[in-house]
Structure formats: C-alpha cells, structure tokens
C-alpha cells in the first residue's frame, strides 16, 4: 500500500495550492482512505518547506513525497 502526494511551492516555501494526492489506490477501503488522507494531512502540516527555498529558486516548483505502509509496519 502507497500513497504518492503532490506540492507545488512559491518561492517562500509556503504552498502555492493544496496538496494532491496523485497515487490513487482503493478509496472504498477504509484502511486505505485514512492511510491516504493521513499522508495529504502530513505533508500539508510541514508547511512551510524552507528547506527548499534554493530548489524552488532554480525553477522546480513541484515535489512528490511517496509514501510507502510497508515503512510503518512496526
């Protein structure tokens, strides 16, 4: 199970829309449904992206973060 999110920056690092999740799995499955949404809620509470201030200044405006269920079994 995975789920792949889409940002797109401003200059400052903030966002310049919502993210997108573009990795669309079985969203009738509950486990699914939160584990996705979850990840969305994730990226979205790292805002602002400072760290990316130089990337997105050479022209790059979106990143994807993946996330893979198989890296939080415990």
Request: include cysteine.
């Amino acid at each position: 199970m995975s789920a792949t999110v889409r940002i797109t920056l401003r200059e400052d690092g903030t966002l310049l829309r919502n993210p997108e999740l573009i990795s669309r799995g079985d969203m009738s499955n509950g486990f699914y449904r939160v584990f996705a949404e979850s990840a969305v809620q994730a990226v979205r509470l790292c805002e602002p992206f400072d760290e990316a201030s130089a990337y997105v200044k050479a022209g790059n405006r979106i990143i994807e973060f993946r996330f893979d269920g198989a890296d939080y079994g415990g």
